[in-house]
Structures are given as structure tokens and as C-alpha cells.
């Protein structure tokens, strides 16, 4: 590891094949955490190359324990974090709306590591239990059209470097890849990022894979729609700006999508808003961001037609059942 330190410390840059290697050697325990935390350091501090980002993806891929959801044709909606905004759920709460339509998800998630909850955190809150078993995955997909899948116990790298990364508190090169790496390899993907310069990286990287995706940014810095100003939507057919009315029916105050303070909060918010207890804002935001992903695997006719069907499912209780459901399945 001194080497490659030295390496980059002379502001080189890693080639695909080396960062894939010392990613490959980190998941295998060959570095301390002092030469870890000063390698995810370097990344801080300067932009991370695509041929770096393929690399580490590369690893991450090859070391994964993959899912196989017997040819389900699975969404998933992640956001990269890191953008500071410390928002409730939305991402994870989308995923409960889109399968409440019938449309099958797996989502992928962790511990947040610059945010109070991350959907690991509140799905663990919530009494889901994490596992890697393809059966019992399997089971979940089919009778609550959603799974959950825990980074760390499908990625040895991520499981190496998590207490580092939670120490350091900061968004890291790791926030980049996570929705990147979904060991269900989905068909269909939603993917929130937080700058400009992130999205054209995923549009490059996203363009080469056989999946169908949207990308969002919110042009005010969140990674998500979050109905506080303007957002871009990038996908396979070209990209465009759309406004929180055209979204979302309505705009938001930051306020009032802020995620709480302790876990507990965010779990209580979380089903708070599956049970169609939560505020219009609130509703607005998760509903944006499910009708975006119904709108992605094009199962309907536009925009509106997939915001009506997120709207039925929250309101019809189907996305709060899909939760119910897919607890109850944990002590079975």
C-alpha cells in the first residue's frame, strides 16, 4: 500500500487494472485501517477518474455474492448519499410505493456513513433481518414484490471498510459505487446523485451496462427529487430538466423533508408516511421519486400515468402492506 500512496500522493492517477487490484487486496484484509482511511483520503481530495470508478466497480463485482431472483425483472432506487442534506428515507420509502403496484424491487443499501439513517439503519430499525440466501430472498420478492439486500454481507470490501468509513464520517469514492453494484444486477435502476459532474460519470458508466436507468440530481444539491427546486433527469433516451410542479404537483421547503435525529425518528417518520399519516410534502417527495421509478421500466404511458399508480398504491394501503408483509416474513 506505501507504494500506491507514494503513487498518488504525486497526483497520478490509478489505472483500471491497479485500482481494481487494491480494492481486491483491501476486502482481503492485505492493508491496515491507517493505510485505508489515508487511501479513501486521497479520493477526498481530488476527482475520481472513470478508469478508478471501473476498477473499484470491477472488484466489487467480482468478489460479490450474487442474488439470483429466479429471471424476476427487479428496480432499484438508490441514491449514491453524501449529500449532506440528512433527508428521511425517501429512496428506501419509494421502493415500498413501487412494490405496492406489483412491480418487483431489490433493494440495495447500507449503513449511512455521512447520514444519521441510512436504509440499512432503518430497515434493521424496522425488524428486517439481513441475510444473503437466495431462497428466502427469493420468498420475500415473490409474496412482498420487495427484498432488501445489505452491502456489507454481498461485498467483502464494503464489510472491510465500514467502521473506517464511518469514523471518517465523509462522503467517500464508496458512496459512488454502492448503486453500482446491486447483486441482483436489476434490470431497471433509479439512481440519485449529488452533483452534475457524478451524473455525466453514471451516464458514461451506465450507458455500457444492458439495464434500463434514470438518473436524477436536484439541481440544489440533493440526491434525489426532492421538490425543492429544478431537477435533471438523465436516462437511456436523452436527458431534460423538470420542475418541481411537473414532478411533484408542488414545490417543497427543505424543512420539511429533514429526516430526524436518531434512527428511532427516522423509523417512526418512515412508517409514519407508509401508513399515509405523513405531511403533503412529505407524500409529494416519495411519491416523485417512486413515480419516476414506475416511469423507468416503462410499464406506463408517461409520467403521470406511473405518478397515479405511486399515488394508488400509498393511498390504497398496498405500499404499507408490501411493508407489513415482508416483516412478517423475517419470523418465518
Not at 504525486?10 to 483491501?26: D, F, G, P, Y
Amino acid at each position: 500500500m506505501k507504494k500506491i500512496l507514494q503513487y498518488l500522493f504525486e497526483h497520478k492517477t490509478l489505472s483500471r487494472q491497479q485500482a481494481r487490484e487494491a480494492l481486491v487486496n483491501i476486502s482481503r484484509g492485505a492493508y491496515n485501517d491507517s493505510e485505508i482511511a489515508a487511501f479513501i483520503t486521497v479520493f477526498l481530495m481530488r476527482s475520481i477518474t472513470i478508469d478508478e470508478l471501473q476498477g473499484f466497480r470491477d472488484a466489487l463485482l467480482e468478489l460479490c455474492v450474487r442474488v439470483d431472483l429466479n429471471g424476476h425483472e427487479v428496480i432499484d432506487i438508490v441514491g449514491t448519499g453524501g449529500d449532506g442534506k440528512n433527508t428521511f428515507n425517501i429512496s428506501t420509502l419509494s421502493c415500498f410505493i413501487v412494490a405496492g403496484t406489483g412491480q418487483k424491487v431489490a433493494k440495495h443499501g447500507n449503513y449511512g456513513a455521512s447520514s444519521i439513517s441510512g436504509a440499512s439503519n432503518v430497515m434493521e430499525q424496522l425488524g428486517y433481518v439481513f441475510k444473503n440466501d437466495a431462497a428466502r430472498l427469493n420468498r420475500e420478492v415473490e409474496e412482498a414484490n420487495i427484498c432488501f439486500l445489505h452491502a456489507p454481507l454481498f461485498h467483502p470490501a464494503l464489510k472491510a471498510v465500514g467502521p473506517i468509513r464511518k469514523n471518517l464520517g465523509l462522503r467517500t469514492f464508496f458512496n459512488m459505487l454502492g448503486p453500482m453494484v446491486n447483486p441482483a444486477f436489476p434490470k431497471f435502476q433509479l439512481v440519485g446523485v449529488y452533483n452534475l459532474e457524478m451524473a455525466r460519470v453514471y451516464n458514461y458508466l451506465l450507458q455500457q451496462s444492458e439495464g434500463v436507468f434514470t438518473i436524477i440530481h436536484s439541481l440544489d444539491g440533493y440526491d434525489e427529487i426532492s421538490l425543492t427546486g429544478d431537477a435533471r433527469i438523465i436516462s437511456n433516451e436523452g436527458e431534460k430538466i423538470m420542475t418541481p410542479e411537473q414532478l411533484g404537483k408542488r414545490m417543497v421547503n427543505p424543512a420539511d423533508i429533514y429526516g430526524g435525529n436518531t434512527v428511532e425518528e427516522a423509523a417512526r417518520l418512515f412508517e409514519k408516511i407508509l401508513k399515509v399519516e405523513g405531511s403533503w410534502a412529505q407524500n409529494a417527495v416519495v411519491l416523485a421519486n417512486a413515480a419516476m421509478a414506475l416511469h423507468c421500466t416503462g410499464a406506463y404511458k408517461d409520467y403521470d400515468g406511473a405518478y397515479e399508480a405511486a399515488v394508488e398504491s400509498l393511498e390504497s394501503g398496498k405500499a404499507y402492506r408490501a411493508l407489513q408483509k415482508l416483516i412478517a416474513l423475517q419470523k418465518n
